[in-house]
């Protein structure tokens, strides 16, 4: 299998492409097509995500930490697949029908949009992601999503110049998911071969994915509720700050996300063999990375927020710096939750804990979006993402306490944490004394970062923390795989 720190570094690059491309074509997209032309595709695209994040149910999530568990017996791996993919072809076939029948009965309007928006609901019939994913093949996927978005960006450059060109970024938008996912099957016939499975052992597993499908759904709800509850209850300009806060916030929390990618399938294989020991300490070590991440991120665009939203989004998008500065809290909630998610309660089927979590953030923020929409706007969306986050967060660590005890490992790591909240204090200094230029932003975002690596290593060797040592690997330029060795003096303070 491949190393965690390459499958680390793909999934950071991957994460951070799918965010930035994005950022860079939008200015391109909206200055050709227009809003009402980038008002239809967002419509029709969205109603024809539902139709694929439904038919997908929990599968993805299953298919990883199944595979995982598995991928050590071919023939029990081989099963594994087949009854998965079985199952998804159908849930899949009744979907792209019901889509169908939605474009003829129900779309009133922009038929022709709605109907090449189905390319992309049928993308996600070919999608086995999941199965690479808990192979631990990410190389594979990560390569062929650079391909395939590269070759849509320039497409879109060289096709897409005018409003009535809507059908071609479609086209272009959806054929790009859609060959994306077929590209995988090419190296399927090295990895598993489809099999016969009884019809019991895919019925078998529709409980599990469906429970699993759950928290996707609630999650994307009350990621979406925000900008729904935001248009409804005060204006599109409030809706349009909260978005592009929201897409910085993004940027840097690919490599987050990268690592929870990266760590689920690992954390599955770890514990079907029982390896509890191996457990705690991957899951020790991920928590103490992610908070030297998260305070660098979280502090870091507290401190440059107010210089960032006016030079990078321009004057008339100032108001985001208190959404940025607000969000940027929940950077710690969510990474903490990840690696509890993706390492604990996913690969041990926690998945009761998964879901009531989830649950419990969808319901908090739907309150406290009611609540403070009205007064705050686009902030107080902001707080109730805080709050939904936090909540998630500690319901899981308090629900895993005796088995995990998660605080302990954040707590090791306060200076750390105390670091990043001086580190933003300088910056934003820095900010008042240069005002709002390119230069300043350059400036405080190099000072820091130099005062804050600095603090951190310092911290590091003379706690002789385990952490260093994946730090001085990291400086020596060794890309084999990270052995996390701890030395016996160091375990036995943990």
């Not at 491949?2 to 200055?31: D, G, H, W």
């Not at 595709?41 to 038919?55: E, P, R, V, W």
């Not at 004057?315 to 993706?342: P, Q």
């Not at 707590?411 to 105390?418: G, L, Q």
Request: charged fraction near 15%.
């Amino acid at each position: 299998m491949e190393s965690v720190k390459k499958n680390f570094i793909y999934n950071i690059i991957y994460q951070i492409l799918v965010i930035i491309l994005p950022l860079i074509t939008a200015p391109y997209i909206a200055r050709t097509l227009g809003a009402e032309a980038v008002g239809i595709y967002s419509y029709t695209n969205s109603i024809a995500y539902y139709f694929l994040m439904i038919a997908m149910l929990g599968i993805s999530n299953y298919g990883n930490r199944s595979v995982a568990a598995s991928r050590d017996d071919k023939k029990s791996l081989n099963t594994v697949f087949s009854s998965i993919y079985l199952l998804q072809v159908c849930t899949f076939s009744i979907a792209i029908l019901s889509y169908i029948i939605y474009i003829v009965f129900f779309a009133k309007s922009n038929k022709l949009i709605a109907f090449i928006q189905l390319l992309y609901v049928i993308s996600g019939l070919f999608d086995i992601s999941w199965l690479f994913f808990g192979l631990e093949k990410f190389k594979i996927t990560v390569s062929r999503n650079i391909i395939i978005k590269i070759l849509t960006i320039l497409c879109m450059f060289v096709f897409v110049h005018k409003p009535e060109d809507l059908w071609l970024y479609t086209l272009i938008m959806s054929m790009g998911t859609l060959l994306s996912q077929i590209y995988l099957w090419f190296y399927v016939k090295k990895e598993v071969e489809l099999v016969k499975v009884p019809l019991q052992i895919v019925v078998g597993i529709i409980k599990p994915i469906l429970i699993l499908f759950i928290p996707v759904l609630a999650y994307s709800i009350y990621k979406v509720m925000d900008k729904i509850m935001l248009g409804n209850m005060s204006t599109y300009t409030q809706v349009g700050f909260y978005q592009n806060a929201e897409k910085i916030i993004n940027i840097p929390m690919g490599v987050i996300t990268a690592l929870g990618t990266v760590m689920l399938p690992r954390m599955s294989n770890i514990i079907a063999k029982g390896e509890k020991e191996k457990t705690e300490q991957y899951i020790r070590i991920s928590i103490k990375i992610v908070t030297i991440l998260c305070s660098a991120i979280a502090f870091g665009l507290m401190g440059i927020a107010s210089v960032l939203a006016p030079v990078y989004l321009g004057e008339a998008f100032s108001e985001c710096s208190s959404i940025i500065m607000l969000l940027s809290i929940s950077v710690f909630f969510i990474a903490w939750a990840n690696v509890v998610r993706t390492q604990f309660l996913i690969p041990n089927k926690y998945d009761k804990i998964y879901i009531t979590s989830t649950l419990v953030g969808a319901v908090l923020n739907f309150v406290i979006n009611y609540a403070l929409i009205p007064r705050f706007q686009s902030n107080g969306a902001a707080i109730g993402t805080v709050v939904a986050e936090f909540s998630v967060m500690i319901f899981q660590v308090i629900a895993i306490r005796k088995e995990l005890n998660i605080l302990k490992y954040i707590a090791k790591y306060i200076p750390v944490i105390c670091s990043g909240a001086v580190m933003m204090f300088l910056v934003h200094k820095i900010g008042e004394i240069m005002g709002n230029h390119i230069l300043t932003l350059i400036v405080q975002i190099c000072c820091g970062g130099i005062f804050f690596c600095l603090f951190t290593l310092l911290y590091l060797f003379f706690s002789k923390d385990e952490v260093f040592k994946i730090v001085a690997e990291l400086f020596k330029g060794k890309i084999g795989k990270i052995h996390f060795i701890v030395k016996s003096d160091i375990t036995k303070r943990k």
